[in-house]
């Protein structure tokens, strides 16, 4: 079983058209095991939700440090989203980055719901992975390019 403790604080507060929130964290392994390398690690987060009109935008920015990694090193991610809805139709592109492995990874949707009980999306998605990371093994799979068609029935429950 993990013997972890984790203790953290986000305030976030809804202004008219926009939400910020900010978060931080500490955890302190109990932990014996090979790949726990640190007692204690930590996190901070930075975002917001922004709302203009029909346009959504989810900027994030987080540092952490993980408890697995020799080093020590201090990592950084940032996300973005940005979501555009009109009626049926719905454009979403999305970014996220780690500086740390040097993981990229972008997605372009588009999605159209038909009477109110399906929808259809087309979606392309590029991986650029560091080194012996998840999006690194999507990337070697797919050559870094994925496209795709979903297909989503939504029922009543």
């Known amino acids: 079983a993990l013997k ?3 203790v953290g604080y986000g305030v976030n507060y809804a202004f008219e058209n926009w939400v910020p929130k900010f978060e931080i964290g500490y955890k302190k392994n109990e932990q014996k095991s090979l790949s726990i390398y640190r007692e204690n ?3 901070a987060s930075i975002g917001a939700d922004i709302f203009i009109g029909r346009l959504t935008m989810t900027p994030q920015f987080v540092i952490f440090n993980e408890d697995n990694d ?3 090193n201090t990592q950084g991610l940032h996300y973005l989203s940005v979501l555009y809805t009109a009626g049926i139709h719905e454009i979403q592109l999305q970014e ?3 500086t740390y492995y040097k993981d990229l990874f972008y997605s372009a949707q588009y ?3 038909l009477k109110k009980r399906f929808s259809i999306s087309v979606l392309y998605q590029n991986y650029d ?3 012996a990371t998840l999006t ?3 990337n070697d799979k797919t050559n870094g390019d994925l496209f795709g068609i979903r297909l989503q029935i939504f029922a009543d429950i």
């Open 41 to 43: 690690s930590g996190f």
């Open 96 to 98: 996220f980055a780690n």
């Open 4 to 6: 972890k403790n984790l």
């Open 129 to 131: 992975g560091g080194v």
């Open 70 to 72: 020799l080093e020590n």
């Open 111 to 113: 999605t159209i719901t």
């Open 136 to 138: 690194k093994f999507v």
